[in-house]
T-cell receptor, first 115, second 115 residues
Framework: GAGVSQSPRYKVAKRGQDVALRCDPI?????LFWYQQALGQGPEFLTY????????KSGLPSDRFFAERPEGSVSTLKIQRTQQEDSAVYLC?????????????FGEGSRLTVL | GNSVTQMEGPVTLSEEAFLTINCTYT??????LFWYVQYPGEGLQLLLKATKADDKGSNKGFEATYRKETTSFHLEKGSVQVSDSAVYFCALSNAGGTSYGKLTFGQGTILTVHP
């Protein structure tokens, strides 16, 4: 597709369940970011990949959060033993280059609700 | 650390009114500054950017000037349209080093324009 695709768009999980959120970046984009956006707030950085290498995971809030991009394209964000405070929209963004231009292309996000 | 503060919203205007959304920042070094916009049902998209002091970013009638002396990057438009109704996010990215284009966002400002 032409843009960044995320799935599922909506996910409801019971507290304690594991969830997996998928991101299909724009083809050929080297850089991939995950952000977390709580209701009424701006996105907050979670982690960054350059191709298949996870170069920065400083924003992951706990060891229950795990992200991978094994072949340098599709990425998955996994949250284990979900808690209510994990409820948020998870945004994926990709960029063609690794330089600091800030021109990220965002998906529409995956809205996670933990009951 | 880096931070971005936007004026509190929401902002409601009539069509053809003048728009200002204030944004101030705190950052080390010489960051690049951005405005992203999120239209209803769509992902975040870059509206404009400025990469050094006194630069003016512009797009779709919107403008913002990078003011280092006041650490500000206020968004302006001379005559808003109903189609400008969206959420606007100010953001910064530190140049160089290991930032990888990681963005720090403000909390967002909801703009509603009435006919």
């Amino acid at each position: 597709g032409a843009g960044v695709s995320q799935s599922p768009r909506y996910k409801v999980a019971k507290r304690g369940q594991d969830v997996a959120l998928r991101c299909d970046p724009i083809s050929g984009h080297v850089s991939l970011f995950w952000y977390q956006q709580a209701l009424g707030q701006g996105p907050e950085f979670l982690t960054y990949f350059q191709n298949e290498a996870q170069l920065d995971k400083s924003g992951l809030p706990s060891d229950r959060f795990f992200a991978e991009r094994p072949e340098g394209s599709v990425s998955t964000l996994k949250i284990q033993r979900t808690q209510q405070e994990d409820s948020a929209v998870y945004l994926c963004a990709s960029s063609l280059v690794t330089a600091n231009t800030g021109e990220l292309f965002f998906g529409e996000g995956s809205r996670l609700t933990v009951l | 650390g880096n931070s971005v503060t936007q004026m509190e919203g929401p902002v409601t205007l009539s069509e053809e009114a003048f728009l200002t959304i204030n944004c101030t920042y705190t950052a080390t070094g010489y960051p690049s500054l951005f405005w992203y916009v999120q239209y209803p049902g769509e992902g975040l998209q870059l509206l404009l950017k400025a990469t050094k002091a006194d630069d003016k970013g512009s797009n779709k009638g919107f403008e913002a000037t990078y003011r280092k002396e006041t650490t500000s990057f206020h968004l302006e438009k001379g005559s808003v349209q109903v189609s400008d109704s969206a959420v606007y996010f100010c953001a910064l990215s530190n140049a160089g080093g290991t930032s990888y284009g990681k963005l720090t966002f403000g909390q967002g400002t909801i703009l509603t324009v009435h006919p």
